[in-house]
């Protein structure tokens, strides 16, 4: 499958077969695979809890709207978007100066660099973390599709009461839902909807 074909063919899939379960072996490949996205300086604001248990599941669907895929799917993702990614600074430098990008003279400038654009700056933290996030969810979806799987982005949660029930601390905040599964082999999935035309999107040069 190219990506092409894999773009064009991904769906959000509404419904998932109960009885296919997913091996923590191949859910961790499409994890790792998944981390490849690009984040700001590489500070890579996402971490993820991994549902896979009926009482997991069970709970998190308490806590988006009662969404029957939620316990259909084999696993839900909680994806979530780390406010003090900044505190990767360090780690960052060290794979930089290792791989050949600056020297170690340059930790301390990278480290402070980071520092400086996120701590104190709250709204900077939330963008960061939502727009790595998302750029997270894309390649997990993508991937998990080349793979054979399907799987359903879900916003429709509450994010209170999602970081009570998984314990999540407040440094970190649920961005989206991602089912994973497989669809049932008789289930209608309608046709794709039409999208906004990029002749009406795209603005060339600008606004
Ligand atoms: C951020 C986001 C939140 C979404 N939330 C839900 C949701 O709570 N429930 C649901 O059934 N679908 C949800 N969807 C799926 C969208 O409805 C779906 O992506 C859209 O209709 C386009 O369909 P397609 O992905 O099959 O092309 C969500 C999608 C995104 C990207």
Known sequence: ????????????????????????????????????????MNLQP??????????????LREASYNQAKVTEASAVIILLGNLEHHLHADEVASSQIKNGYFGEDRRVGFVDMALGAYTANPQKQRDEAFRGGSLWAMTFMLAAHEAGWDTAPLGGFVPEQVSTTFNIPETHL????????????????????ERISTKRLAHWETW
Request: aromatic content about 6%; some cysteine.
């Open 1 to 40: 499958m190219t990506v092409r074909e894999a773009i064009e063919s991904r769906r959000s899939i509404p419904f998932f077969d109960p009885k296919i379960e997913i091996a923590q072996k191949e859910l961790t490949d499409l994890l790792e695979l998944s981390n490849l996205a690009p984040s700001s």
């Open 46 to 59: 996402w971490e993820y809890i991994v549902c896979t248990s009926p009482e997991a599941k069970q709970k």
């Open 174 to 193: 649920p961005v989206l839902l991602i089912a994973i599964g497989k669809r049932p082999s008789d289930a209608n999935i309608l046709p794709r909807n």
